[in-house]
């Protein structure tokens, strides 16, 4: 039962936002130590998340299947090393029915708002459907999740089909079509090569060209799934492949190594194209890694094939059939795909959470999102943010930084429940220092001295996305709940009579 089909607020110990990996993982977590009575709220009518949302042809993961999992469920029978769409979906589907998640989820409630109550302690929460009150919120929101659409002149008036590739319009045949696509970041270097040869016509307008190095993408034939399935040995190959892809770290902290393996995608590109004033424009003019890291086989073949025609601009408008590039070239489209990413650093679901006094979080970033080891943040008691302000790693699995955080987060409510703590509330100072020393430790890395505008880089032009540190460290940081960072409030019959203490 809902709180709307009960008439009533409901009551619940901790609220989930988001029911993609992050949210899936926090409820396994927090139930497996003990705190049961969680519900997780859910926009859509389905779980999963990003890979819910985005079914673009040739969709897949770029970090291998056997790091890209829960360490708790992992799995022997990936039919690729890398695998798609369709069966991360199912593993995530899988997992939430494996762990009986599914029945704490709460579809079709999309949050509206989220705000604290000092007097109660606890954080009122309205969906469309009703109302919760939460004594813990736990965001889950992710942030490869709300489009980022282009404010182009005349789009919104295109004669034919227009869709973001998250929102992937399979109604639209492509065949025989003249297509432009905008943008060549993850997406598009996935969905390109499986259009193209299905269009009449295909422009790509690419502002700023990636790195896109080979994909060794292998089939997992039956026998490596059953060398796999046996003792430690699922647990081996994750152990190795999170080593390798954390010595490939190094270089995003020490920028000139990365220089020194940008021959890889050099050749990568002049085995495939042949014409240089196209390899000319496809080779970025900064260092490997300041913008997200691509891998493809079949991207550069596919642009260099007499049907394609790549700009090197940006789109300018669109004036009835004809897309316009930022430098004034025209040609006439069919349909416009949008692959021009997300909101990463300003994710909408921040104007929707407010501290006490009615301020949003947006309000209080300003632009530069800030957090206390990426999960915690003044002025908002009670709350954690997964996926959250500079734990971006680039070099390894996003389940490391989730897996870390929820150990963080579960180590913070168990010292809660130890200690008969109602209300935690990070220090502002203790994030101040924190972050400052994020910051003086991410001038070096290549987001920052790379050469390139990426979205690590937010509105203020701070970089409010990178971790400066290894994911040996991350995991360090994030292991134990750090209390004495803490404003914390005894119980309600004490809080009554004595003011917030400090640990």
Avoid at 470 to 492: C, G, K
Wanted: with cysteine.
């Amino acid at each position: 039962m809902t709180a709307a089909s009960s008439g009533h607020e409901q009551a619940v110990d901790v609220l989930i936002i988001g029911a993609g990996i992050s949210g899936i993982g926090a409820a396994i977590v927090l139930r497996e130590h003990g705190f049961d009575d969680l519900l997780i709220l859910e926009k859509a009518d389905a779980l999963g998340g990003t890979w819910r949302d985005n079914t673009y042809p040739g969709c897949a993961c770029d970090v291998p299947s056997a790091l890209y999992s829960y360490s708790f469920a992992q799995r022997a029978d990936w039919s690729r090393a890398f695998a798609g769409q369709a069966e991360i979906l199912a593993y995530v589907q899988d997992t939430a029915e494996r762990f009986d998640v599914r029945q704490r989820i709460r579809f079709g409630e999309p949050l509206e708002s989220a705000r604290w109550d000092d007097a109660r302690g606890r954080w009122t929460v309205r969906t469309p459907r009703g109302q919760y009150a939460a004594r813990i919120l736990i965001s889950c929101a992710g942030y490869l999740h709300e489009p980022q659409l282009p404010d182009v002149p005349g789009l919104d008036a295109f004669e034919g089909p227009v869709f973001h590739s998250s929102r992937w319009d399979h109604g639209v045949d492509l065949r025989g079509k003249r297509v432009a696509v905008v943008g060549t970041g993850a997406s598009a270097v996935q969905f390109v090569p499986r259009i193209q040869p299905k269009v009449a016509e295909l422009v790509l307008f690419q502002r700023t060209p990636h790195w896109v190095l080979p994909k060794p993408n292998p089939s997992m034939p039956l026998a490596s799934q059953q060398l796999l399935d046996l003792p430690l040995a699922k647990e081996t190959l994750r152990a190795m492949l999170y080593r390798g892809f954390e010595g490939f770290g190094v270089g995003f902290r020490h920028p000139e190594l990365l220089r020194r393996l940008q021959f890889v995608g050099e050749a990568h590109i002049a085995r495939a194209v042949r014409d240089p004033a196209l390899r000319h424009v496809l080779t970025p003019r900064y260092t490997l890694g300041c913008k997200r890291v691509l891998l493809s086989n079949d991207y550069y073949p596919a642009l260099a094939q007499p049907n394609v025609t790549v700009l090197p601009t940006g789109l300018g408008a669109v004036r009835g059939d004809v897309v316009v590039g930022s430098d004034g070239t025209e040609q006439r489209a069919d349909v416009i795909i949008l692959g021009t990413g997300f909101h990463v650093s300003d994710p909408p679901i921040a104007e929707r959470i407010q501290r006490a006094d009615g301020c949003t979080l947006a309000q209080v970033w300003n632009g530069s999102p800030e957090a206390h080891r990426g999960t915690a943040i003044a002025g908002f008691p009670n709350a954690f943010l997964v996926l959250g302000p500079n734990l971006a790693i680039g070099n390894n699995s996003a389940f490391v930084v989730i897996e870390s955080q929820l150990r963080y987060i579960t180590a913070a409510l168990s010292w809660m429940r130890r200690t008969h703590t109602d209300v935690v509330e990070v220090r502002a100072d203790r994030q101040a220092a924190y972050n400052a020393e994020v910051q003086r430790d991410l001038a070096g890395t290549v987001w920052n001295t790379g050469g390139c505008q990426s979205y690590y880089l937010d509105a203020n032009g701070r970089n409010s996305i990178g971790f400066p540190w290894s994911t040996d460290r991350m995991q360090a940081l994030l292991a134990e709940f750090d209390h004495e960072s803490y404003d914390v409030r005894a119980p309600r019959p004490a809080r009554e009579r004595a003011a917030t203490t400090r640990v």
